[in-house]
T-cell receptor, first 113, second 112 residues
Framework: AQSVTQPDIHITVSEGASLELRCNYS??????LFWYVQSPGQGLQLLLK??????LVQGIKGFEAEFKRSQSSFNLRKPSVHWSDAAEYFC???????????FGTGTSLTVIP | KAGVTQTPRYLIKTRGQQVTLSCSPI?????VSWYQQTPGQGLQFLFE???????NKGNFPGRFSGRQFSNSRSEMNVSTLELGDSALYLC???????????FGPGTRLLVL
């Protein structure tokens, strides 16, 4: 069965510190992987995506993610967090064709000064 | 290029009523998907349309339905509303079935 697990419900980091948000997936075929961010009262904004090729993908706002097939993981990282990064982050997996995404339950990020 | 627009943004209904939500995709996009977001269940896939045809449907009761028009605009309908239908309903569009989805701001539905 397809599923996405984000083990960390909530993470607090200091501004300027590094960040890693974890994502593990279970999918029967080669997945397409995504990270989205949601600010309060807003829709989802795409941070980055992985379809194939280089397993380290760069996204917007200085985020990157690494696909590790052996670990079924797609962790999101940022070397230095800004206060504006405080939001909810969702990892998603989707099929090669079609848009039936499966989302994780999200990780809420708090950034303290 | 304008993003995905959803109307209305907020809606209050009472149990037993029905509701219709609208989604206008990004110009040129032919695929529209709908998701329900609740604090307890997170983001759950409702259905997906491409060129006016429903391609996939999530695990929701028949009270949830949708359609897509020839201009790619989509509507979803929920009949006989229940308290548990209170949620943020998100629409996403993509140019084809293999492209990135872009999400709208959502319609927040409150059922009293």
């Amino acid at each position: 069965a397809q599923s996405v697990t984000q083990p960390d419900i909530h993470i607090t980091v200091s501004e300027g510190a590094s960040l890693e948000l974890r994502c593990n997936y279970s999918y029967g075929a080669t997945p397409y992987l995504f990270w989205y961010v949601q600010s309060p009262g807003q829709g989802l904004q795409l941070l980055l995506k992985y379809f194939s090729g280089d397993t380290l993908v760069q996204g917007i706002k200085g985020f990157e993610a690494e696909f590790k097939r052996s670990q079924s993981s797609f962790n999101l990282r940022k070397p230095s967090v800004h206060w504006s990064d405080a939001a909810e982050y969702f990892c998603a997996v989707g099929p090669p064709t079609g848009n039936q995404f499966y989302f994780g339950t999200g990780t809420s990020l708090t950034v303290i000064p | 290029k304008a993003g995905v627009t959803q109307t209305p943004r907020y809606l209050i209904k009472t149990r037993g009523q029905q509701v219709t939500l609208s989604c206008s995709p990004i110009s040129g996009h032919r695929s529209v998907s709908w998701y329900q977001q609740t604090p307890g269940q997170g983001l759950q896939f409702l259905f997906e349309y491409f060129s006016e045809t429903q391609r996939n449907k999530g695990n929701f009761p028949g009270r949830f339905s949708g359609r897509q028009f020839s201009n790619s605009r989509s509507e979803m309908n929920v009949s006989t509303l229940e308290l548990g239908d209170s949620a943020l309903y998100l629409c996403a569009s993509s140019s084809t079935l293999q492209e990135t989805q872009y999400f709208g701001p959502g319609t927040r539905l409150l059922v009293l």
